[in-house]
Structures are given as structure tokens and as C-alpha cells.
T-cell receptor
Framework: ELKVEQNPLFLSMQEGKNYTIYCNYS?????LYWYRQDPGKSLESLFV?????AVKQEGRLMASLDTKARLSTLHITAAVHDLSATYFC?????????FGAGTRLTVKP | DAEITQSPRHKITETGRQVTLACHQT?????MFWYRQDLGHGLRLIHY???????NKGEVSDGYSVSRSNTEDLPLTLESAASSQTSVYFC???????????FGPGTRLTVL
């Protein structure tokens, strides 16, 4: 059974700092997705990673995928308050898409 | 612009009632999905469809059913609502298997 684990589940950081969110999964997959969700809102697609070594960057966020380690990271550079949200990774395997529990990020001034 | 919509956005019902949540997309996507979101569980897949007349069970399908009579719509039916089905439900669609999914605004369902 595919399991997807994110850590940390809660992250409070100061503006201007850097941090990394980790997404581990239990079985072979080369398709991984990162989503953002604001409170009370729907999910917004951030990154689609489709191969080993894939790296995508958008603004202060950078995502990478290591399929051999079954690990994806979402790196936050010089955090700003607007990045406060919950971030989900999701792994596609077979016909199934499994989501991590989410990382609730709070960026404080 | 293409979009995916859900209705109703909020619904309160009683235990044992049948409830249907609507999902409509104008992306012309073949693939459609229903998820439920609960605190501590992220999103869990309920049912999905890869095209008209195709439906498949997901991780948490018990007590739910779907039907796909056209490309645009995938209604989700709770046959006999239970309090454990109180949740936020999201519909999503994608252009192909394993491709990026686009999510609807969600339906908050409360079963009393």
C-alpha cells in the first residue's frame, strides 16, 4: 500500500528565513505533485515533478524529486507572510493518487 | 475560461438521507475524481472516472457511488448518509492519467 508522509506537519518560521518540507513515499513512483491550500479554499497546483532529479522553481519555492530515495523536498527561500498556507505533496501510483497529511506553514513577521 | 464547479457549496443533512453532490467541469477532461478532506488525513480518494461510463473505487469508497453519463459531470451520491461522512468534498479533473489535477472549490457536508 502506498503511504505518503510529510514532515513537519506544522511549521512556524520568521520572515526572511529558509526552510525545507519533506515528502517521503513508500513505493516506486516517478510522479509527484505539490499543492497549496489557503484556509477555507481549494487546492492550487504548485509543481509537477515527473522524473528523477526533476527540479522546479517558482518565486521563493523550489521543489525537487529523488525517485531512488523516494523523497521530494519543497524548499522555501526568504519566507514572506504570503507563503502562509498548508502545503500538500501527492504521489501518483497505478491508478491512485495519495496525498500527504499536509504541512501547515505560518510565516511570522 | 474553463473551470470546475461544485454544488452545493454547503449542505446539512440528516443521518440516513440520500445526498448527491454535483461536479461539473468545462475543461473537457476525461479524468475526474472525488476526494474527501478531513483533519489529519489530507485528501483521500473516494471514486474516479477515466471517461464516460467508466467508474472506479478509490481508497475510501464504502457508502459512496458515482456515475459518469457525460464528459462534464461526475455526481457523487451518499446512499445513506452517516455522521462519519461529515467532511469537505473536493472534485478534481485532469487531462490524462497521472497528469496534474485541477480542483473544484469544495462542498462542506454536515451529517447530523
Amino acid at each position: 500500500e502506498l503511504k505518503v508522509e510529510q514532515n513537519p506537519l506544522f511549521l512556524s518560521m520568521q520572515e526572511g528565513k529558509n526552510y525545507t518540507i519533506y515528502c517521503n513515499y513508500s513505493t516506486t513512483s516517478d510522479r509527484l505533485y505539490w499543492y497549496r491550500q489557503d484556509p477555507g479554499k481549494s487546492l492550487e497546483s504548485l509543481f509537477v515533478l515527473l522524473s528523477n532529479g526533476a527540479v522546479k522553481q517558482e518565486g521563493r519555492l523550489m521543489a525537487s524529486l529523488d525517485t531512488k530515495a523516494r523523497l521530494s523536498t519543497l524548499h522555501i527561500t526568504a519566507a514572506v507572510h504570503d507563503l502562509s498556507a498548508t502545503y500538500f505533496c501527492a504521489v501518483f501510483y497505478g491508478d491512485d493518487m495519495r496525498f500527504g497529511a499536509g504541512t501547515r506553514l505560518t510565516v511570522k513577521p | 475560461d474553463a473551470e470546475i464547479t461544485q454544488s452545493p457549496r454547503h449542505k446539512i443533512t440528516e443521518t440516513g438521507r440520500q445526498v448527491t453532490l454535483a461536479c461539473h467541469q468545462t475543461w473537457n477532461h476525461n479524468n475526474m475524481f472525488w476526494y474527501r478532506q478531513d483533519l489529519g488525513h489530507g485528501l483521500r480518494l473516494i471514486h474516479y472516472s477515466y471517461g464516460v461510463q467508466d467508474t472506479n473505487k478509490g481508497e475510501v469508497s464504502d457508502g459512496y457511488s458515482v456515475s459518469r453519463s457525460n464528459t462534464e459531470d461526475l455526481p457523487l451520491t451518499l446512499e445513506s448518509a452517516a455522521s462519519s461522512q461529515t467532511s469537505v468534498y473536493f472534485c478534481a479533473s485532469s487531462a490524462g492519467q497521472g497528469l496534474e489535477q485541477f480542483f473544484g472549490p469544495g462542498t462542506r457536508l454536515t451529517v447530523l
